[in-house]
């Protein structure tokens, strides 16, 4: 007997190999054939495979399905339920590292600044509501030891777009559990 399950991918970085072996340890010992489908690219993969599941390119919110099938496929569905509902929506908070105090520390780059900084109150780990960290009186080096640059104009793009993609991916993160977030300081 063949099932599916069907959901939105919970990560929001997509299935990278971290959540990629979470989802492959949730059914190695199932003898049935699971397949994930990316639904967004119609990529059908063996959800038996990191690899194979890292290559199916899910971003965070795609829209997925796993097709079991063969001896023990229930058993292994409800194991894939179990992980996509309880597992995977928590890997974020675990890559983001702390100090052993519970601290927040910045990037070397910009300890190496000596800046003032304040570390606001944060929602969830690793993003924190509070000002714009604004450098007065400081001079960011114009190069990096090891590090390829663009000119700073292509530099600030860059870092406007992904600010304006974690903005997207927190405001959809929050229309999923019924919330908003009206309130964006630029």
Request: proline share 6%.
């Amino acid at each position: 007997m063949d099932f599916n399950h069907t959901f939105r991918c919970p990560v929001a970085s997509g299935l990278h190999a971290r959540p990629a072996s979470r989802i492959v340890d949730a059914v190695k010992k199932y003898p049935a054939e699971v397949i994930l489908v990316n639904k967004r690219t119609g990529m059908r993969v063996n959800a038996k495979s990191t690899l194979a599941i890292v290559s199916a390119d899910i971003r965070g919110d795609d829209p997925c399905r796993f097709e079991v099938s063969g001896e023990k496929a229930k058993e292994a569905l409800k194991a894939l339920q179990g992980c996509v509902d309880r597992i995977l929506p928590n890997l974020t908070e675990e890559m983001i590292p702390e100090t052993d105090k519970g601290e927040i520390s910045l990037p070397y780059s910009f300890q190496d600044l000596e800046a003032d900084y304040h570390a606001g109150i944060p929602l969830v780990r690793g993003i924190g509501r509070g000002e714009v960290v604004v450098l007065a009186n400081s001079q960011i080096p114009d190069t990096f030891p090891g590090l390829q640059q663009e000119s700073p104009e292509k530099e600030l793009a860059k870092h406007a777009q992904a600010i304006e993609r974690v903005h997207h991916s927190i405001e959809k993160a929050a229309e999923r559990h019924g919330k908003r977030h009206t309130q964006r300081n630029t």
